[in-house]
T-cell receptor
Framework: GAGVSQTPSNKVTEKGKYVELRCDPI?????LYWYRQSLGQGPEFLIY????????DSGLPNDRFFAVRPEGSVSTLKIQRTERGDSAVYLC?????????????FGSGTRLTVV | GEDVEQSLFLSVREGDSSVINCTYT??????LYWYKQEPGAGLQLLTY?????DMKQDQRLTVLLNKKDKHLSLRIADTQTGDSAIYFC???????????FGKGTKLSVKP
């Protein structure tokens, strides 16, 4: 597609529930990133995919967070047993091969609210 | 560790120049970026600079890099009300390709 698409744009869930957030990157971009942006903060890195594999998942806060990219395009971020502290905007970005001189294109994000 | 620092707020009058400053700690950073975020929107890449450059100009935007002091600035000439947004400085995090962001500077442009 023309840009990075994230769905849903907003998600409200109850504490303890499971959620899935979807990212559809720019066609042909092999690198895909998930970031989390809390209120008043800059985005914080969660996980980076190069193709189908997670090249770096060091930013995932704990084992309740998991992400997949089974066919090397669409990615899903999964959060189990959600907590109120998980409330944030989850941003996805893609990049051509992960090379820094191409920049990173971000989606509009999914605003997750855990009540 | 890696950290990117920015002042949180800047207010200017329409038509004036805005200068947003950023300091970073990772001297091995090869690329440094400026992103713009408008309310409810994603991050828009404004410009980036490679570490072997001191300055980059792109229309109304001028980026200055002082590697010795690890200081990056973004100057917006003839600032317009449409420039009101949060501006994020980011450094390239190294081999794994992730970006490290500052907390953002909220630019308010008064008519």
């Amino acid at each position: 597609g023309a840009g990075v698409s994230q769905t849903p744009s907003n998600k409200v869930t109850e504490k303890g529930k499971y959620v899935e957030l979807r990212c559809d990157p720019i066609s042909g971009h092999t690198a895909l990133y998930w970031y989390r942006q809390s209120l008043g903060q800059g985005p914080e890195f969660l996980i980076y995919f190069q193709g189908t594999g997670a090249a770096d998942d060091s930013g995932l806060p704990n084992d309740r967070f998991f992400a997949v990219r089974p066919e090397g395009s669409v990615s899903t971020l999964k959060i189990q047993r959600t907590e109120r502290g998980d409330s944030a905007v989850y941003l996805c970005a893609s990049s051509r091969q992960g090379l820094p001189n191409y920049g990173y294109t971000f989606g509009s994000g999914t605003r997750l609210t855990v009540v | 560790g890696e950290d990117v620092e920015q002042s949180l707020f800047l207010s200017v009058r329409e038509g004036d120049s805005s200068v947003i400053n950023c300091t970073y700690t990772d001297s091995s950073s090869t690329y440094l970026y400026w992103y713009k975020q408008e309310p409810g929107a994603g991050l828009q890449l404004l410009t980036y600079i490679f570490s072997n450059m001191d300055m980059k100009q792109d229309q109304r935007l001028t980026v200055l890099l002082n590697k010795k002091d690890k200081h990056l600035s973004l100057r917006i000439a003839d600032t317009q009300t449409g420039d009101s947004a949060i501006y994020f400085c980011a450094e390239f995090g190294g081999s794994q390709g992730n970006l490290i962001f500052g907390k953002g500077t909220k630019l308010s442009v008064k008519p």
